[in-house]
């Protein structure tokens, strides 16, 4: 007899999430049928867009999200007990998997890839996962890199912020980051961004990128929105590239934010402005995932994870997403 735990959704958050607005219940789960197979949660995700996607989640339905699992029982003859699985089966401790599941195509489950050297299997959820797909992809497709231009990243000490800037460096660009704490900065210099910046101790964030870009940005990645989203447009050189991959800013607002009048930058200088999800170069992430796994083996791409130990903490590190308390991807211990 196997129990799994799992949280639900007890009431849709209103403005920053509430414990209570999520419940751990458990499930006395049955025994296979032919087909299926039993798996054990290693690890757990926790990133930002699940703050977005809760108003699709119904009252009682488990909270989505994305996991590291190990097989322990199969009736399935192609999913062997002890292989590992990167799928999105939510915030639970055990999940039985049949044929609707293994219908989904990655990135919503996939084996974890033996040919990829994972120095351990959390990277199958951050810098080898989703969030390194995003910033491999949404960087290198939506921003179009050349040597010498000027990058501005926001969220820059985040999963995909860092990335990001690594990935730029290593096509020779130069690369300015935004984050919220003087730790934060300093881990951005430690991993080769030229600038760093905290934006909570600058007094103006209009002069802290003039003053950082000086020949002005061709390339804007934005992970927050709001008033950056403005203030670095207004810093874009004539033709730059944007790639918005999130407003994190916005996320816990209780009421829409007022319109900022962005649509005269972007006619001005004739900007490329789009939105990006990883999802969407799902086919190609084993490309990716080979090719930064390499430059993690080479020492040119770094990645940091804030670790959280206990599936009873998920809703902590969840929580700590808003608060700026993650650097680098934030994973649940299992």
């Known amino acids: 007899m196997v129990i799994a735990r799992k949280y639900v959704l007890k009431s849709h958050f209103q403005g920053l999430p ?13 025994p296979l049928k032919d087909g299926e197979f039993l798996t054990e949660t290693l690890w757990l995700s926790v990133d930002p867009y699940m703050r977005l996607m809760i108003q699709s989640v119904n009252p009682g339905d488990i909270m989505r ?14 999913y062997k007990v002890g292989e590992v699985v990167v799928a999105h089966f939510g915030w639970s401790t055990h ?26 299997p959390s990277t199958a959820v951050g810098v080898l996962g989703m969030p390194g797909a995003t910033a491999y992809f949404g960087f290198l497709k939506s921003c179009s890199p050349k040597p010498g231009e000027t ?8 999963a995909v912020g ?20 003087d ?28 003053k950082a870009c000086p020949n002005g940005v061709d390339m804007f990645f934005d992970n927050v929105g ?34 900022r009048p962005v649509s005269r930058l972007i006619l001005g200088k004739q900007l490329k402005v789009e939105g990006i999800q990883g999802q969407r170069w799902a086919s190609e ?25 206990g599936f009873e903490k998920m809703f902590d590190a969840f929580l700590g997403l808003f608060k700026g308390e993650n650097l680098g991807k934030a994973v649940v211990k299992v």
Request: hydrophobic letters at 40%.
């Open 162 to 181: 860092s990335a990001v800037g690594q990935i730029a460096k290593i096509k020779g660009c130069r690369v300015v980051g935004f984050a919220g704490s």
């Open 65 to 78: 999200g994305e996991q590291v699992a190990r097989i322990i029982e199969s009736k399935n003859p192609d």
């Open 18 to 30: 509430k414990r209570e607005d999520l419940e751990i219940v458990e499930e006395e789960l049955p």
């Open 226 to 259: 709001g008033e950056f989203f403005e203030v670095v447009l207004s810093r874009m050189n004539t033709f730059g590239r944007v790639a918005v991959c999130g407003f994190i800013s916005q996320y816990n607002l209780e009421e829409a934010p007022k319109g």
């Open 151 to 158: 990058l501005v990243v926001t969220g820059a000490a985040g």
């Open 285 to 309: 992430w084993p490309i990716a995932f080979k090719e930064m796994a390499e430059w993690i083996q080479e020492g040119k791409l770094k990645y940091a994870e804030t670790v959280t130990e």
């Open 183 to 210: 730790d934060k900065v300093a881990y951005l210099k430690s991993i080769g961004f030229d600038e760093a910046i905290n934006y909570k101790t600058v007094t103006s964030l209009s002069d802290a990128v003039k």
């Open 95 to 120: 999940t039985i998997v049949g044929e609707v599941a293994l219908k989904h195509s990655p990135p919503l489950f996939r084996r974890l890839d033996p040919s990829i050297p994972h120095s351990r």
